[in-house]
Nanobody
Framework: QVQLVESGGGLVQPGESLRLSCTASVSGFSFYAVLWHRQAPGKQRELVAS???????YYAASVKGRFTVSRDNAKNTMALQMNSLSPEDTAVYYC??????????WGQGTQVTVSS
C-alpha cells in the first residue's frame, strides 16, 4: 500500500521560515527521486526542488539559496526547508516520488501562505 502524507504548511510573514515534510509508505524508497512542486492560483505547476537517489539536488532559480531539499532513507521521509519566504512563494506544495521508469506517487498537497 503506497501512501504519501504531507504536512508542515501554514501562514507566515515575509522573511520567516517553514519546513514541509512528507512521509512515504512505499517499498524501495531509496530508489526513487524526491521532488517538490508548487502551484499558485492561475499558474501552472512548477518544479521547486528535487533530490535523487545519489543525493544530487536541483533548485528552481526562484528558490535557490533559500530552500533546501533533503531525504532520510532510513525513515522514508523527505523535507523542504523554506527560508526567507516572500509572498511569491504562496502556493500549494506537493511532494512527489518518482522512479527511473514511469512509477510515481504524489502527496495530497499542503498550503503555504506568505503574507504581511
Amino acid at each position: 500500500q503506497v501512501q504519501l502524507v504531507e504536512s508542515g504548511g501554514g501562514l507566515v510573514q515575509p522573511g520567516e521560515s517553514l519546513r514541509l515534510s512528507c512521509t512515504a509508505s512505499v517499498s524501495g524508497f531509496s530508489f526513487y527521486a524526491v521532488l517538490w512542486h508548487r502551484q499558485a492560483p492561475g499558474k501552472q505547476r512548477e518544479l521547486v526542488a528535487s533530490i535523487n537517489r545519489e543525493g544530487s539536488t536541483y533548485y528552481a532559480a526562484s528558490v535557490k539559496g533559500r530552500f533546501t531539499v533533503s531525504r532520510d532513507n532510513a525513515k522514508n521521509t523527505m523535507a523542504l526547508q523554506m527560508n526567507s519566504l516572500s509572498p511569491e512563494d504562496t502556493a500549494v506544495y506537493y511532494c512527489n516520488l518518482k522512479s527511473v521508469g514511469t512509477r510515481e506517487y504524489w502527496g495530497q498537497g499542503t498550503q503555504v501562505t506568505v503574507s504581511s
